[in-house]
């Protein structure tokens, strides 16, 4: 019992396993972490990001307003952490941002992408 009681927090202190959005970008740690994500929420942007990366710290405040403020749950890739999954994305610059939509891969946009954008994107697959 206490070892399913421990699953259960360590799923909640990933950003899984509840009903609703998290309001907070995820960190992603590892390619099963990812799948957990995808698989438990309806519609997930994954940010393929570095912290070296101007681009990326432009968009910043874009990928947590978009977590706060809408539906999909917010999924951040360290590129230089998570190389095998970067690859596995098919990330081949930073940014790159991918919308998965009932578990499947639905978008996919590099560079700097504008708010508006990415609402509209997260409406449509929603």
Request: proline fraction near 5%; hydrophobic fraction near 40%; aromatic fraction near 4%.
């Amino acid at each position: 019992m206490q070892r399913r009681l421990g699953d259960e927090s360590d799923a909640a202190d990933a950003g899984v396993g509840g009903t609703e959005t998290p309001t907070e970008p995820i960190a992603i740690e590892g390619r099963s972490h990812l799948e957990d994500v995808v698989g438990e929420y309806d519609v997930v942007l994954v940010d393929c990001y570095a912290d070296w990366c101007g681009p990326c710290q432009m968009m910043e405040p874009t990928i947590e307003a978009l977590a706060a403020e809408t539906d999909a749950a917010v999924a951040k890739v360290d590129v230089d952490a998570n190389q095998r999954l970067v690859q596995q994305l098919g990330a081949r610059g930073v940014p790159t941002l991918v919308l998965y939509a009932d578990g499947e891969p639905v978008e996919r946009m590099v560079g700097v992408q504008d708010r508006a954008t990415l609402d509209g994107l997260i409406e449509r697959h929603g």
